[in-house]
């Protein structure tokens, strides 16, 4: 390593940084280096057993880990050198031409020598204070998802979770995946902050989410044995004696994630702080570069925001990296950066994105600033896509949900999708052009029931497993439902089972008629259960009993 | 303008100021504090908290830390903030024989100061040390030497001026000074308040200088850039903090000053180390001239870690967290500038001190504390006295 | 959800002179907690016990004296047959 | 929760209170950097890294500004704890 210069040097391997290294290699960029401090590369990556959101190029409905795994391939096929175990400690000469890293390992310290330098390094977990807030069992959510997802071991048996963002929800999914009783998630706010179909995903699965409640006190003498919950007003204050003691042995805490933005301030480079973002945030360019020429950023340490958005900015960040370095033309290099800026702007679109769009273009408008206003071709394009406003959106808002006047016989899918979510997995895992999304795609999803089998291929493929078959025809009394399944253990055809509503309460008891499950729904299996009629629209998922003996 | 009245008012709120201010309001002497940034965070933020006698050069110096040290013993029982007081005794580190003659002839012309110091065996040393490695050629020993947390000591002589009644403005910084006659009239601030004082005092350390040409009086004070480590809290490993020979050869040998300003890209580290009662180890230091550059760099970083390994080999299973440094602010002869100015009445300096800041902020604040009182110092302080800069520019 | 992954070897560490059986690949963190072992050291000044918190090498929560040194991050090292951990610190 | 409630550890490196932070303002800290050198919250092994949100939010609530106002603490090299062996070699 020592005497070789960089043209790129990316610090932190998660999504952000391993498609950026892949995008400026790609490009033509010659010695490029991943650099992490973790045992293993992929960032948060591996820690996400879930699939995700987003298009089919962000991987959409394809599990986190799977995704680490294809990037990584990606990455070694490219000849992009990876270094693990390597902590940066600093960097020196920021603002030369050649800037200098150091790193450190169990026992040694490197250099590392870089024309470019690509700063990918996440997120931090925030937490809150309360009496016992230090005791053990009280972890960060990803902590949680670190023992579980990465060494299979329960953060504890009965756990409350503090936070219904999507993190908050999604790991209180993989709780219950792992055999842990969630005993409550707790939200201060008085909606949930995460997507609708995370929250169903733990709702139907009895879990209670409690809004305007916060934690008051763990409590435990060597570790946490009880968590108080406590309610509060609209103002955030505590409500006098709503108290609510739950049994807990470990409490995770989901409240939000602050851009890990130590090495960029380190280096000097401009920031300012955004409440959209998650906090201080640097300045950068349309392009990803900081105020520092020569050292770019990408992902969550730009702005907490999603990893679709973190791959689309690893991309644009690498683009400009090969274009700096003279291995792409501007041309080039603006007409697919700004492509690329019109789709993160389709992940920022509607009520969740719009936010995060506002933020993110005044970042832009501020580094400008900062830089005196130079514009030059590099920002036109930039000026070009503000005006067009691009995606204006609001196409089709058609609320999905059966209609009165539907009297199909045969199956047919409910799409339980009510939120404006950046995703279109369902769109292009249908195989009949029966479910549309369309640009963008925060668009709801809208089914031509025309054209809908019934098939249930879906139902595996929607990574908020909000989509369910339901034939009312099935047989005179019966109805079948099909529905997303990704518990273990997985019920067998014939077996008897509890069915459970929309909110986890007990519906009726239904019989196994189908289980299916193929190499491509990874894990999600399909199963069809018979039901009485009258309760098709309610069952939503099923308790299956352990069996004796195995 | 909205205005103050004061009888004296304090430039720098560092420990030097602070301990200006503690003094006169002591002694019911209304004063104004002025510290343009907040609480610690320049030089008295960034240094460690040896107090260390035996570095002094015998003469005016060290009878000025003697005279401190007797200071710092009053101080620990009036002052009601704890600040970590504690007579540890010190050691300077020996590792040739060269440098065992250099020291030599330096401990005995300090006993001939009076100051109680002794050159003791390596064995004897590693009985109040054990952590200490065996390839010494012996250390010098004084019993008097003490550690104190200077941020407790700041942020405790700030309170004691508030509590004895004095005006502490945080925030705030002197713009202009009003002189009528060759008199000190008024202080302007930045806020645009005008605070008409008898006296002003500029304790403004590193940049004593800018607050000096505010009157006209040269204060030729520059910032030294020392760098320091820390690591993480560890068991006591060090009762007795340390220095090594370098550090004093740079003091006391003006040779060394100028070689060392003459060749800026050889780093120099004087080794200060020690370990505070919250158990971390503090190690310096580099002395660079950088402006005020306030960066840490990778070369000090492993030079101050090499040369710590060297001498105490065990801290090697150790982690470093931090480092940092601070502006020390030196004069071109190494002595610190105590004394009202020739040429501006009641324009009183006390800056300089490079080093000796904490060992001798309390005695400075008595000084200063007598000269606006009752005219004149408790006792000459003639080598100190700013006049001897007059006419000549800082270079 | 996953399962276990493939076989793995198993290995021995030692916790205050209880053996604790662990699987290689596993931190020393993951290991211990997975063992019920929840208390990892106590804090200097309070004396409170203190356990993993964030899985990452940043809080400091789970250190322990492993082999002989104090302030080791156990969430961030593997375990290692014949590995000796101590609880770090006095209890109240 | 109240002033003075119930001790509870803001720093959990330095294990500093709440009420130690509040005195700190209370003394005239405005700045992290301030109270990070009064009550050394901050100043342990992982360099404030969980607390200075904490603090920052108590720092907005005593003195009426906004978190957007109060800035930062300049981060220092090394940005993570570096075992001095790896220093280790010639002079």
């Known amino acids: 390593m020592i005497g070789r210069i960089y043209d790129m040097t990316v610090v932190g391997s998660g999504p952000a940084g391993l498609t950026a290294a892949i995008e400026s290699s790609r490009l033509g960029c010659k010695r490029v280096a991943v650099i992490d401090e973790n045992f293993v590369t992929g960032g948060q990556l591996f820690k996400q057993i879930h699939k995700f959101f987003g298009s089919k190029d962000h991987y959409a409905g394809i599990r986190g880990f799977r995704i680490g795994e294809l990037l990584l391939k990606e990455v070694s096929d490219l000849g992009v050198e990876t270094v693990t175990n390597a902590a940066i400690i600093g960097m020196f000469d920021a603002q030369a031409d050649i800037k200098r890293l150091v790193t450190a390992g169990a026992d040694r310290v490197g250099e590392i020598l870089s024309k470019k330098v690509l700063v990918a390094s996440g997120a931090m977990e925030n937490t809150v204070s309360f009496p016992g807030w230090t005791l053990p069992g009280v972890m960060g959510v990803g902590a949680a998802q670190t023992m579980m997802n990465i060494y299979r071991v329960r953060p504890g048996q009965r756990v409350l979770v503090l936070g219904a963002g999507n993190v908050g929800l999604i790991v209180a999914y993989q709780m219950l995946q792992a055999g842990i009783e969630v005993v409550g998630v707790v939200e201060a706010m008085s909606r949930i902050g995460g997507y609708q179909v995370h929250a169903d995903k733990i709702r139907r699965m009895g879990v209670p989410i409690l809004l305007s409640h916060t934690v008051k006190e763990a409590i435990g003498k060597e570790y946490v044995e009880k968590v108080v919950v406590v309610e509060l007003d609209e103002n955030q204050k505590e409500v006098p004696r709503s108290e609510k003691p739950f049994d807990a042995d470990a409490l995770c805490l989901a409240v939000g994630l602050t851009p890990n933005t130590e090495l960029t301030r380190l280096a000097g480079c401009k920031h300012i702080f955004n409440r959209e973002l998650g906090g201080l945030v640097p300045l950068h360019s349309e392009r990803m570069e900081t105020t520092i020429d020569g050292i770019y950023v990408a992902g969550d340490v730009a702005g907490i925001e999603e990893a679709s958005v973190a791959i689309d900015e690893g991309r644009l960040a690498g683009t400009s990296v090969a274009e700096d370095l003279g291995m792409i033309s501007s041309e080039s290099a603006a007409k697919t950066s700004k492509e690329r800026w019109i789709r993160l702007c389709e992940l920022r679109s509607e009520s969740f994105g719009e936010p995060r769009k506002r933020a993110k273009i005044s970042i832009v408008e501020e580094y400008w600033k900062v830089k005196g206003n130079q514009m030059g071709s590099k920002k036109r394009w930039f000026t070009e896509i503000n005006t067009e406003r691009a995606p204006s959106a609001k196409a089709s808002r058609n609320a999905p949900s059966i209609k009165s006047n539907d009297n199909r016989k045969g199956p047919r899918a409910i799409i339980e999708c009510y939120q404006e979510i950046p995703c279109n997995a369902c769109e292009t895992g249908c195989n009949f052009g029966a479910i549309k999304v369309g640009f963008p795609m925060t668009n709801l999803p809208d089914l031509d029931l025309d054209r809908c089998k019934g098939c249930g291929i879906c139902v595996a493929k929607c990574p908020g497993l909000a989509i369910f078959v339901v034939d009312t025809s099935y047989s005179e009394k019966e109805a079948t439902v099909s529905l997303p399944y990704e518990m273990l253990p997985v019920p067998e055809v014939g077996q008897e089972v509890e069915v459970l509503g929309k909110l986890g309460g007990f519906v009726c008891k239904g019989k196994v008629i189908r289980v299916v499950h193929t190499k491509d729904f990874d894990e999600t299996r399909v199963v069809t259960i018979s039901v009485p009629k009258e309760c098709a629209t309610e069952a939503r998922f099923i308790r299956v009993a352990k069996r004796s003996g195995k | 303008m909205p205005e103050l009245k004061t009888e004296v008012v304090v430039v720098g709120g560092g420990l030097i100021g602070s301990s200006i201010a503690y003094y006169l309001s002591e002694r019911g002497i209304d004063v104004v504090l002025l510290e343009k940034s907040g609480l610690c965070l320049e030089t008295s933020g960034a240094c460690s908290g040896m107090c260390f006698i035996q570095s002094k050069k015998p003469g005016p110096t060290l009878r000025l830390a003697l005279k401190g040290l007797e200071e710092y013993d009053i101080l620990r029982k009036e002052l009601s903030y704890p600040f970590e007081y504690r007579q540890t005794g010190g050691m300077i580190l020996v590792e040739n024989n060269s440098e065992l003659e250099l020291m030599e002839s330096f401990v005995r012309s300090q006993k001939e100061n009076g100051l109680d110091v002794k050159i003791i065996s390596v064995k004897e040393a590693r009985e109040k040390c054990p952590s200490l490695t065996e390839n010494l050629v012996g250390t010098t020993y004084s019993p008097l030497d003490c550690q104190i947390d200077p941020l407790n000591l700041n942020v405790g002589l700030i309170e004691g001026v508030k509590k004895n009644g004095g005006t502490i403005l945080l925030g705030v910084s002197a713009e202009k000074i009003g002189v009528k006659n060759g008199e000190i009239k008024s202080v302007e601030t930045n806020e645009g308040t005008k605070i008409a004082t008898d006296f002003v005092v500029n304790a403004a350390g590193v940049h004593a200088h800018e607050v000096g040409a505010m009157v006209d009086v040269n204060v030729p004070v520059m910032p030294k850039r020392g760098q320091v480590i820390v690591t993480e809290k560890l068991p006591e490993l060090l009762p007795v903090p340390m220095l090594d020979v370098k550090y004093i050869m740079a003091k006391v040998r003006p040779s060394a000053r100028k070689e060392a300003a003459s060749k800026p890209e050889k780093l120099d580290v004087g080794l200060a180390i020690e370990q505070t009662v919250a158990g971390t180890i503090l190690s310096g230091s580099t002395r660079e001239l950088v402006g005020y550059d306030t960066g840490v760099t990778f070369q000090a970083m492993t030079a101050i870690a090499r040369i710590m390994l060297r001498y105490l080999p065990v801290l090697e299973n150790f982690a470093m967290i931090r480092a940092f440094s601070g502006l020390r602010p030196c004069t071109p002869d190494g002595y610190p500038i105590i004394g009202e100015a020739s040429t501006v009445r009641r324009f009183v300096v006390a800056a300089g001190h490079e080093g000796d800041g904490v060992a001798l902020a309390p005695i400075t604040g008595k000084i200063v504390s007598e000269i606006v009182a009752r005219g004149a110092p408790p006792f000459p302080i003639d080598e100190f006295s700013p006049k001897r800069f007059d006419g000549k520019q800082l270079s | 959800m996953l399962g276990r992954f493939g076989d793995q070897n198993k290995v021995t560490i030692h916790l205050d002179g209880k053996e604790i059986e662990a699987y290689d690949g596993d931190s020393v963190a993951a290991a211990l907690w997975g063992s019920d072992v929840k208390v990892f050291n106590h804090s200097l000044r309070f004396r409170e016990p203190r356990g993993p918190a964030c899985m990452i090498g940043l809080c400091n929560c789970c250190d322990m004296i492993v082999d002989g040194i104090p302030n080791v991050r156990t969430c961030i090292i593997p375990v290692r047959n014949g590995m000796k951990l101590s609880v770090q610190g006095k209890t109240k | ?91």
């Open chain 4, 1 to 91: 929760m109240n002033e003075g409630e119930c001790q509870v550890v803001i720093c959990r490196c330095e294990e500093v209170t709440e009420e130690e932070i509040r005195e700190a303002i209370r003394k005239g800290a405005r700045t992290f950097s301030e109270i990070k050198k009064i009550t050394r919250a901050g100043m342990g092994i992982c360099q404030g890294k969980s607390c200075q949100r904490l603090v920052n939010r108590i720092l907005a609530e005593m003195t009426g500004r906004s978190v957007e106002q109060l800035g930062f603490d300049t981060p220092r090299p090394p940005l993570r704890p570096i075992k001095l062996a790896v220093f280790k070699g010639t002079d």
